[in-house]
Structure formats: structure tokens, C-alpha cells
């Protein structure tokens, strides 16, 4: 069994993301993302899919101010996480990324949070979200810096890490001292390897951004060396027009 479709797991994210419990998610990227959002799409009512949703917070957050969301999650127990806690009208399936089951042009914008590093096939995932989004639509992303496992001193094992290659790794998520019920695979890829598959599929980068808390370093839950390095990435690109 694949860990995400697990009932485990899907109760596991629904515990740390539903209670706050993830510091770095409610003090930095959260922000940056739902901020980037408001600015993108504005007071318009757009129609959103927000694609691997997992327990569906940001699916709820976009339904919540007024955008008719659709959240879709690879794993089915995710899903049903996701619909129990539903906000009101949002929608949500069971689909993969590289596989999304909606006509073309069908969605003024998209939104991928933390899942691309978890896909196989980064090209595809690119490919499909392309199809999907209008003519101008806007792509939304954000991942774990590229450069970040490599900036960790965390032993020889990263150190002999070459970051311009992709690598598989395992990784065992743990929030708070709370440990994932099982472990997941990440492609670690170099920056060009997201900004030549957006070039590649007629996306024109907006936003480059490595989102850091707004908070001052005193407070408890930051590691003194939090802000030394990078630790996410945030990548805004727009759908261009066809010309002629």
C-alpha cells in the first residue's frame, strides 16, 4: 500500500495540520501563500483546484473567500478527510496530477502545496496543470528549497549529495515530536529543474520567493539558525496567451 492512501497518514495530517501544530506551516508558508493568492486572483470569484489537497485546508481557505474550489488528493483517505471537514460548497476528488480528470482551460488558477517534490514526473504534473488553466491562469507552487537538504549538516549522507542531479529519498515527517505512521519518497531536483519545466510547457514566471517567518528570532519555536539558510520555496507562474 502507498503510505498517502493510508487512513493512517490521512489521520496523522489531519491531527497536526487541524491543530496547529506545524509552526513552520501557520508562521511561514501559510502566509506566503494565501498572501500571494489574494494578490493574484484579487476580489474576483475564481475557479481554483487546488491539486493534491491532502486534508483540504487550502481547498477550504479558497471556498472561504468566495472561489469556487476543487481539491484533489491522490489518496482516498485523504479525501474523506477532506469532505468531513468540508466549508460549504467546495468540491473534492480522488485523482493524481499527472492524470486530472477536467477539460482544458477549465481553471483561472491552481495551486500545488508541498506535493511536487513527492511526484515522479515533474514534466507531466507541469503538462497537465497547463492544460487545465486558462489562457493567463496562474500556477501556484510551493516546496522544500531545493538547496535546503543539502544546507543541513546533518551528516556525510547529504554532504555526498550532488545538487544538480535528482535524487530519491526516503523521508520520515515528524512535527512536534509526533512521527509520521510511515515514510514517503521525495525527487530531490535542482531550482532549473522546476523553472525549465514551466519554460518548457509555456509558463512565464511571476514570483520567485524563499519565504521566512514574520516573527521576530526570539520567539520559542525558532531555531536560532532558521533564517540562515533556505527552507521553502514559493513559484508563481502565469499561463501565456497563444499569440496570433
Not at 540562515?228 to 513559484?235: N, Q, T, Y
Request: with cysteine; proline share 7%; net charge negative.
Amino acid at each position: 500500500m502507498k503510505p498517502y492512501h493510508s487512513q493512517a497518514m490521512a489521520d496523522y495530517w489531519a491531527r497536526i495540520i487541524r491543530g496547529n501544530l506545524d509552526d513552520w506551516r501557520t508562521y511561514v508558508t501559510n502566509p506566503a501563500l494565501f498572501q500571494t493568492l489574494e494578490e493574484k486572483l484579487g476580489g474576483q470569484r475564481a475557479r481554483v483546484l487546488d491539486a493534491g489537497c491532502g486534508e483540504g485546508y487550502v481547498t477550504r481557505w479558497l471556498a472561504q473567500q468566495g472561489h469556487r474550489a476543487i481539491g484533489i488528493d491522490r489518496s482516498p483517505a485523504m479525501v474523506r478527510c477532506a469532505q468531513e471537514a468540508a466549508f460549504a460548497n467546495e468540491e473534492y476528488g480522488v485523482s493524481t496530477i499527472n492524470q486530472l480528470p477536467f477539460d482544458e482551460q477549465s481553471f483561472d488558477a491552481v495551486v500545488a502545496n508541498f506535493v511536487l517534490m513527492e511526484l515522479p514526473d515533474l514534466v507531466g504534473a507541469v503538462s497537465e496543470v497547463h492544460r487545465v488553466l486558462r489562457p493567463e491562469g496562474f500556477f501556484l507552487f510551493q516546496v522544500t528549497h531545493p538547496a535546503f537538504l543539502l544546507c543541513q549538516e546533518e551528516g556525510e549522507a547529504n554532504a555526498q549529495l550532488d545538487y544538480f542531479r535528482t535524487h530519491t529519498m526516503v523521508k520520515q515527517y515528524q512535527v512536534k515530536g509526533r512521527e509520521a505512521p510511515e515514510t514517503v519518497v521525495w525527487y530531490q531536483r535542482p531550482l532549473s529543474a522546476y523553472t525549465q519545466a514551466l519554460a518548457q510547457k509555456g509558463f512565464v514566471i511571476e514570483l520567485l520567493t524563499e519565504p521566512l517567518p514574520d516573527l521576530p528570532p526570539s520567539s520559542q519555536w525558532l531555531p536560532p539558525s532558521a533564517c540562515r539558510i533556505p527552507k521553502f520555496l514559493l513559484v508563481g507562474a502565469r499561463r501565456s496567451r497563444p499569440q496570433g
